[in-house]
């Protein structure tokens, strides 16, 4: 059950920013768009 509110999270939590990659773009390239 635990695991399946962790994997739910983190999903919302990286489709969460200004585009639906934007988050996960910052993580593999070590840059973000900041405004």
Known sequence: FLMLIFLIAHVYLT???HTLTSHIKAM???WEEVE
């Open 15 to 17: 489709t969460a920013g």
């Open 28 to 30: 593999i390239t070590g």
